[in-house]
């Protein structure tokens, strides 16, 4: 049973370009979270995701960024127009279930803005 | 005040030690409790969750919560150089929508 995939690894941006992170979660889960990571801090919720609707995305910034998780292929984090502050790891994990609970992680993509 | 805070680092010891980490949390409303085990430019991994007070042993780990302090620990006993790694208590109500809140982590190191 693979863990969650996620790609790419470690992606590099200009300023202004965009990034398109994906996460495919474990079969079987249908919950999503994306997580973001700066060096030295913990990690920061974004957005959480069942199948094709968004269910709590008090945590993106509200430009710039988007998220979506369609009915076929994996959950999409979009960052339009990045800038140097939004370099970090991007992480995702997915559940059964919501609440959070046993969340399994991916193991991230490392976002360099250049 | 942080939702969640957890004992800043790093924090070395020497192989065979029992390791204590600690989080505290001041939103009443967490009833589910993980820690998470991170490796150098890995992503976090799930090494114990417990549901409300009380204990729960695997293996060489232990974790405790104490709800009525706001207070958990994670015990790890005999601790060996592979548990060198970043340590993350994460909190969730559990309720439908809840999502996880993270601490910043401790860096542990496990001197041979």
């Known amino acids: ?114 | 005040q942080k939702e969640v805070e957890q004992d800043p680092g790093p924090l070395s010891v020497p192989e065979g030690a029992i390791v204590s980490l600690n989080c505290t949390y001041s939103n009443s409303a967490f009833q589910y409790f993980m820690w998470y085990r991170q490796y150098s430019r890995k992503g976090p991994e799930l090494l114990m969750y417990t549901y409300s007070s009380g204990n729960k042993e695997d293996g060489r780990f232990t974790a405790q919560v104490d709800k009525s302090s706001k207070y958990i620990s994670l015990f790890i006993r005999d601790s060996q150089p592979s548990d060198s790694a970043t340590y993350l208590c994460a909190m969730s109500s559990g309720g439908a929508n809840s999502k996880l809140t993270f601490g910043k982590g401790i860096t542990l190191s496990v001197r041979p």
């Open chain 1, 1 to 114: 049973n693979a863990g969650v995939m996620q790609n790419p690894r470690h992606l590099v941006r200009r300023r202004g370009q965009e990034a398109r992170l994906r996460c495919s979660p474990m079969k079987g889960h249908s919950h999503v979270y994306w997580y973001r990571q700066l060096p030295e801090e913990g990690l920061k919720f974004m957005v959480y995701l069942q199948k094709e609707n968004i269910i709590d995305e008090s945590g993106m910034p509200k430009e710039r960024f988007s998220a979506e998780f369609p009915k076929e292929g994996p959950s999409i984090l979009r960052i339009q127009q990045v800038v140097r502050g939004d370099s970090a790891a991007y992480f995702c994990a997915s559940s059964t279930k919501g609440g959070g609970t046993e969340a399994f992680f991916g193991q991230g993509t490392r976002l360099t803005v250049v």
